[in-house]
């Protein structure tokens, strides 16, 4: 297992850098650049409408996007200046290998716009995710196995009927319609003021008690996660509730009652760990799509400062630190998580090896 885990953890180098390579051409390839995000501004022209100049008969693009406006009143000596100062002076290859030298020593090199690390802005940005994402998964996984187990214990029966319908109700509801309802009903939108608006903590929040801050942050919480989880609850509880199902008529667990084995036993001694295979196998990418992408409206709704803001707003902006830096931790977790993956496998079924299986 060890000779696994370590060709595993190579086969992420080539994978970093042919992920890495894709969006950096694209990127590079897009309209719009950071360049141009502050002539527009210099301008007092909007982001749009710097694209279709950049477009027109009066400009000449550069291999990087970046653009002549002589004709524009800019002065060339400040758009080399911005060039040599955001390093498009240099060819694309020596950018994008620079990149991936100090990539390599988690070197994100400095924002744009916000003039500081890309570094120090994750780690800012990173707890809130980190709390979203926490507890959504664990809401929801403790949520919906044990309704899939209930589910395909009692299958047809009226219990199975209505939770079915309670779970494809909130899956049909978008998670950021949810969340607007939340603040209209209990964040004083139009009936009580209950959980506050925006943000993790209270302004005093330095001064509260070890209890005090403790009741402040899940105050703060309640609504965010209700919104990022009510939509989460069926895919899992359905695939649960199919994967016990599909066990439950198995030879071996009619072997198992044939010998006297109480129904609880082989519920969880027989039926579980095989029927928990197929959940493991989806918690990475239902870890990567909570902690990041579905949060991103959440935030934008709640006012709070996570990654998936971050990266959204760097887009925007065309922060080519900040894109591609979230980036590679978008990529780098979720291929350590799939790594994970592999090896819950192995903990929960022995008998799966996949060292064997690979030679």
């Given amino acids: 297992m060890a000779a696994y885990i370590l060709r595993r953890l190579l086969l992420m180098i080539p994978t970093l850098l042919g992920i890495m390579l894709l969006n950096f051409i694209i990127v590079q390839a897009a309209p719009g650049g950071p360049i141009d995000q502050i002539l527009a501004r210099y301008e007092g022209l909007s982001v749009d409408a710097s694209t279709r100049l950049q477009s027109g008969a009066d400009t000449v693009a550069g291999p990087a996007g970046e653009t002549s406006r002589g004709s524009r009143?800019?002065?060339?000596?400040?758009?080399?200046?911005?060039?040599?100062?955001?390093?498009?002076?240099?060819?694309?290859?020596?950018?994008?290998?620079?990149?991936?030298?100090?990539?390599?020593?988690?070197?994100?090199?400095?924002?744009?716009?916000?003039?500081?690390?890309?570094?120090?802005?994750?780690?800012?940005?990173?707890?809130?995710?980190?709390s979203l994402g926490l507890w959504?998964?664990?809401?929801?996984?403790?949520i919906s196995i044990p309704l899939g187990i209930?589910?395909?214990?009692?299958?047809?029966?009226?219990?199975?009927?209505?939770?079915?319908?309670?779970?494809?109700?909130?899956?049909?509801?978008?998670?950021?319609?949810?969340?607007?309802?939340?603040?209209?009903?209990?964040?004083?939108?139009?009936?009580?003021?209950v959980f506050p608006l925006r943000g993790l903590t209270s302004p005093d929040f330095a001064d509260l008690s070890a209890w005090g801050k403790v009741k402040d942050y899940l105050w703060h919480i309640v609504l965010p996660v209700t919104a990022s989880t009510i939509g989460s609850f069926a895919t899992l509880t359905m695939l649960t509730k199919n994967s016990f199902l599909d066990e439950i008529h198995r030879q071996y667990?009619?072997?198992?009652?044939?010998?006297?084995?109480?129904?609880?036993?082989?519920?969880?001694?027989?039926?579980?760990?095989?029927?928990?295979?197929?959940?493991?196998?989806?918690?990475?990418?239902?870890?990567?799509?909570?902690f990041f992408t579905g949060s991103l409206l959440i935030e934008v709704i709640f006012s709070l400062n996570g990654l998936g803001l971050l990266g959204f707003e760097a887009v925007m902006q065309r922060d080519y630190p900040v894109i591609f830096g979230t980036l590679y931790l978008y990529t780098l977790i979720g291929l350590v998580l799939k790594l994970v993956s592999d090896l819950t496998y192995v903990w929960v079924d022995p008998r799966i090896d996949f060292a064997t299986r690979e030679s």
């Fill in 253 to 290: 667990v009619l072997t198992a009652r044939a010998k006297g084995a109480s129904e609880r036993r082989i519920l969880y001694a027989h039926i579980f760990r095989n029927a928990m295979l197929l959940i493991i196998a989806g918690l990475p990418s239902a870890l990567v799509g909570i």
């Fill in 73 to 130: 009143g800019i002065p060339e000596e400040y758009i080399k200046h911005l060039e040599v100062q955001f390093g498009f002076d240099k060819p694309a290859y020596e950018r994008f290998f620079d990149m991936v030298v100090n990539y390599a020593t988690f070197d994100f090199g400095e924002s744009f716009f916000r003039g500081e690390k890309v570094t120090t802005l994750m780690l800012e940005r990173l707890p809130v995710s980190i």
């Fill in 150 to 193: 209930r589910k395909a214990l009692r299958h047809g029966s009226s219990f199975d009927v209505w939770t079915s319908g309670l779970v494809i109700g909130g899956y049909a509801i978008p998670g950021f319609l949810f969340a607007i309802l939340l603040i209209v009903l209990f964040a004083g939108g139009s009936y009580w003021q």
């Fill in 136 to 142: 959504t998964t664990l809401l929801v996984y403790l």
